[in-house]
């Protein structure tokens, strides 16, 4: 995982309803994650493509710590059939009277599906017998600041329109 920290003080901003500001940073966040978003697309290795095309935006705020987190990289319901007529081994499980998975009872043939968020991480770093192919921090490195400054003038706009809005 590749984080980075922008922290913004809002806390002049006490009157104004917190359901409001929750809907101003989001915006703001998610508007802000796109040049990350298409920077990473750009650096993204294609072999078939299908890792560029997983990229996606997701913001979440963490109830607890009271902080916002974007998240930019592969969608883990991002998925592609592996092709025609191609087969996996697919675990079938075993469940309790609640519905609770209890262990695997077995395997059956099923449809064979590439998900790329399952090997992204291979991909960036690397394993034993390849060599990394970085699309993360290379794309963080070059849009960061970039990042940044919508941010901050996305907050600022939705600010200033959450008060004229207030005003009359």
């Known amino acids: 995982m ?22 101003i940073i989001r915006k703001a966040i998610n508007k802000a994650a796109v040049p990350v978003k298409d920077a990473v697309i750009g650096y993204a290795p294609s072999r ?34 592996a092709g025609r007529g191609k087969t996996a081994r697919v675990p079938v499980y075993s469940r309790n009277a609640r519905g609770k998975i209890t262990g ?7 449809k064979a599906y590439i998900k790329p968020s399952r090997y992204a991480h291979l991909v960036e770093k690397g394993t034993k017998t390849s060599r990394p ?24 706009a939705g600010i200033e329109a959450g008060l004229l809005k207030s005003r009359t």
């Open 2 to 23: 590749i984080k980075t920290e922008v922290k913004l003080d809002l806390s002049g901003l006490d009157y104004v309803r917190k359901s409001v500001n929750n809907v």
């Open 48 to 81: 078939r493509g299908y890792l560029r095309q997983s990229i996606r935006i997701k913001s979440k705020f963490y109830q607890a710590t009271k902080t916002w987190a974007v998240i930019v990289g592969p969608s883990t319901a991002f998925k592609r059939s």
């Open 104 to 110: 695997i009872s077995g395997f059956e043939t099923g």
């Open 133 to 156: 192919h970085p699309f993360l921090r290379p794309a963080l490195a070059k849009s960061k600041q970039r990042y940044t400054d919508i941010l901050c003038a996305e907050v600022r």
